[in-house]
C-alpha cells in the first residue's frame, strides 16, 4: 500500500486478556518504530527496529510487552495479561534511513486499545 | 544522541507568525533536526527538517543557530488548523519528545 497501516483500528479487551498490534510498513522502509499515547499526552517511544539490528526495546514499560519484526516487514506488537493502564493509542511509523542521519518516518493511523 | 528541550505550551493569534523553539546543545555534527506535528486525534505529521543551513518549505520554515544548539521552527502565518502539538528531534534513532502544544488563537 501507499502508506503505513494498522490493524485493528480499535481494539477492547478485557483486563487480563492478551492482545496483538499489527503494522504493515511501507514497503522498502527498513526502520520500523512503536509508540503509544494515552489520552492528552505525549508520544512514548516503545521500540525500535531498523534492518537486521537487535531492536532497541528500551522503551518497553514492562515484561508484558513484546514485539517483532518477521522478515524485516510486518510488525506484531503483543501485550500480554493487559492492564487498564495500558489503554491507548499504539502508533506505529516507518522510515528509510539515508546516509548522513537523515530520515523522516511515516505514520499509520494507530490502533485504539481500550482495557475493560 | 541529543536531548531536545521544549517549551510545554505556547499561545499565537491567528494571521501572526508562531515561533516555536528548540534546544539541543547536545546536538552532534551529523545529527539532523527534525520537526513534526500532531494535530488532535491524528498521527504526526512531517514538517521540515535541517543540518546546518536554515530551510523553507510549504508549511514552515526552520532557523538553525551557527552552533546548532538550538533551532526555532517558524509558520509565518498562523491559522487556527496550525493548534497542534510540535515536536523538535534531533537523535538518529528520532525519539520523540513531549513537544510544545501550539494553541491559535482568532
Known amino acids: 500500500g501507499a502508506g503505513v497501516s494498522q490493524s485493528p483500528s480499535n481494539k477492547v479487551t478485557e483486563k487480563g486478556k492478551d492482545v496483538e498490534l499489527r503494522c504493515d510498513p511501507i514497503?522498502?522502509?527498513?526502520?520500523l518504530y512503536w509508540y503509544r499515547q494515552s489520552l492528552g499526552q505525549g508520544l512514548e517511544f516503545l521500540i525500535y527496529?531498523?534492518?537486521?539490528?537487535?531492536?532497541?526495546k528500551s522503551g518497553l514499560p514492562s515484561d508484558r510487552f513484546s514485539a517483532e519484526r518477521t522478515g524485516g516487514s510486518v510488525s506484531t506488537l503483543t501485550i500480554q495479561r493487559t492492564q487498564q493502564e495500558d489503554s491507548a493509542v499504539y502508533l506505529c511509523?516507518?522510515?528509510?534511513?539515508?546516509?548522513?542521519?537523515?530520515?523522516?518516518?511515516?505514520f499509520g493511523p494507530g490502533t485504539r486499545l481500550l482495557v475493560l | 544522541d541529543a536531548k531536545t528541550t521544549q517549551p510545554t505550551s505556547m499561545d499565537c493569534a491567528e494571521g501572526r507568525a508562531a515561533n516555536l523553539p528548540c534546544n539541543h546543545s547536545?546536538?552532534?555534527?551529523?545529527?539532523?533536526v527534525y520537526w513534526y506535528r500532531q494535530i488532535h486525534s491524528q498521527g504526526p505529521q512531517y514538517i521540515i527538517h535541517?543540518?546546518?543551513n536554515n530551510e523553507t518549505n510549504e508549511m514552515a520554515s526552520l532557523i538553525i543557530t551557527e552552533d546548532r544548539k538550538s533551532s526555532t521552527l517558524i509558520l509565518p502565518h498562523a491559522t487556527l488548523r496550525d493548534t497542534a502539538v510540535y515536536y523538535c528531534?534531533?537523535?538518529?534513532?528520532?525519539?520523540f519528545g513531549a513537544g510544545t502544544r501550539l494553541t491559535v488563537k482568532p
Open positions: 511509523a516507518s522510515s528509510s534511513p539515508l546516509a548522513g542521519g537523515r530520515e523522516t518516518q511515516y
Open positions: 527496529f531498523q534492518g537486521n539490528s537487535a531492536p532497541d
Open positions: 547536545t546536538i552532534s555534527g551529523n545529527e539532523y
Open positions: 514497503s522498502g522502509h527498513t526502520a
Open positions: 535541517g543540518l546546518k
Open positions: 528531534i534531533a537523535r538518529r534513532d528520532m525519539r
